[in-house]
């Protein structure tokens, strides 16, 4: 399943944006040279496509129902260093209560 979700977030950002599986249930996107608004603009693409996403994940997989939760976070604006801007990320997903 991750890697199909892989392939579906793939086809949403450009070759030089990275995607990789963050922990058991989260995957990270990380958009280098990206500014909020940029970032913005992936986040409302990957919204829109949220029901071609559900549908692919209920045909392959009839057992998992598909949450989407997104946190984000700006490199500098946000945190000085990675390991700032992890914490920053993983504190505004817990707020979201996923």
Do not use: C, Q
């Not at 599986?21 to 919204?47: C, F, M, Q, W």
């Not at 984000?72 to 990320?89: R, S, T």
């Amino acid at each position: 399943m991750y890697r199909e979700l892989g392939r579906f977030l793939r086809g949403l950002i450009r070759d030089a944006d990275y995607i990789g599986k963050y922990s058991d249930n989260e995957i990270g996107v990380i958009l280098p040279e990206t500014n909020s608004s940029g970032a913005n603009i992936v986040l409302n693409r990957v919204h829109e496509s949220t029901g071609r996403l559900r549908k692919t994940v209920s045909d392959n997989w009839d057992e998992i129902v598909p949450e989407l939760a997104i946190a984000m976070a700006n490199f500098p604006k946000d945190a000085g260093n990675l390991e700032e801007l992890v914490n920053i990320i993983d504190s505004r997903y817990k707020a979201l209560g996923a």
